[in-house]
């Protein structure tokens, strides 16, 4: 049986340790004409490896997990929940300033999501800003007597964003907050704001992991738009490496921006694109890819050095960019050959 070059491990498999390779994870939507790698491109033992190790791992976990929440054509089932390993959102103003929010698939929401405040307990820090200290109840600090007289200064001197009330209680006393002349009661946070929306802090980590996935993507459609043969050329060991196997390279460099790449085409607001273009860098050229999740957060990054003496033309005769569309679920290829600037504004 004749054997073949996986893209990623370069080892040599026979053809049944081969299998289809999505250019855009599943997770970020399915496509009509879903650009896939088959024919003997990426093999099976990489291809699990990065649904398991990589993209299970932001699926529910990042950025664009909670860009997916809300714009994928085809809703999440109600009741997922963003986990806060690489994303915590925190009210920003007034009354939830300082509380940390779950994120909330729901339907019945305009906008897909509702935010879950955590279980905390809220003592007043300022009477006319209305703000609160926000602690979990097992670090809830004893009172200081200037706490004490701002309490005494405030209607609502303590908020219970949803810690049972048995449990709470006994601790508010032992801890030097709850005496006679005061009355307890137990509001929701959202009773007292009275306002339907407020802002929140959205603090992102974007660690080695959602880079990788990143990276694998403009390298699959490098591979899909090209050919095998280009892609198996040593000009792209490293971040060959850094995909598979996280191995960083100095020579290698990622940039992210808030916005699209500006000349990419969107037909909406979710749609994804993906492309390759040459980057100017110390009066040279790189060549790099770019990638936008959802039309909101653009990655750029290097993925491997020219040959200086060859032309650009010489290595590839254009550089392109695919546009997968969230709403017809459909792609459009086109030539790219733009620098990644920062978002328009938008009418
Ligand atoms: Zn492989």
Redesign the pocket.
């Given at each position: 049986m004749q054997k073949h070059k996986?893209?990623?491990?370069?080892?040599l498999?026979d053809e049944n340790e081969?299998n289809r390779e999505h250019v855009v994870p599943r997770m970020m939507g399915k496509y009509q004409n879903g650009f896939v790698l088959s024919d003997f491109q990426?093999?099976?033992?990489?291809?699990t490896?990065f649904s398991e190790k990589l993209e299970n791992g932001i699926a529910l976990d990042s950025y664009e997990a909670l860009l997916r929440m809300q714009h994928l054509d085809k809703p999440m089932s109600d009741g997922r929940k963003l986990i806060g390993n690489r994303i915590k959102l925190i009210g920003d103003e007034g009354i939830f300033k300082g509380i940390p929010f779950t994120v909330v698939t729901d339907s019945n929401n305009p906008y897909r999501i509702r935010f879950d405040s955590e279980p905390m307990v809220g003592i007043i820090k300022s009477v006319e800003k209305h703000e609160y200290d926000y602690y979990v109840l097992e670090e809830l600090p004893i009172a200081s007597e200037e706490v004490i007289k701002r309490m005494k200064e405030s209607t609502q001197p303590i908020i219970n964003t949803g810690i049972d009330r048995a449990l709470l209680e006994p601790v508010l006393i032992e801890r030097g907050y709850l005496f006679k002349q005061f009355t307890y009661s137990e509001k929701s946070i959202y009773d007292l704001h009275k306002e339907p929306e407020f802002t929140t802090a959205i603090n992102m980590k974007i660690d080695s992991i959602m880079r990788r996935v990143c990276a694998k993507t403009v390298f699959n459609y490098l591979c899909y738009s090209t050919s095998k043969e280009f892609v198996l050329d040593s000009r792209f060991d490293e971040i060959r490496d850094y995909i598979?196997y996280g191995n960083w390279s100095d020579r290698l460099w990622f940039r992210y921006s808030k916005g699209p790449v500006s000349t990419a085409e969107m037909p909406n607001d979710t749609a994804h694109v993906v492309g390759y273009m040459w980057y100017p860098e110390n009066s040279h050229w790189v060549f790099c890819g770019c990638l936008t999740w959802f039309g909101d957060f653009t990655y750029v990054f290097k993925l491997g050095d020219t040959d200086q003496k060859i032309q650009k033309v010489n290595m590839l005769n254009s550089t392109r960019m695919a546009c997968f569309n969230n709403v017809d679920r459909t792609i459009k290829e086109d030539d790219a050959v733009h620098i990644f600037q920062t978002r328009q504004a938008r009418d």
């Open positions: 996986c893209i990623y491990c370069l080892q498999k081969f990426v093999c099976q033992e990489c291809n490896y598979r």
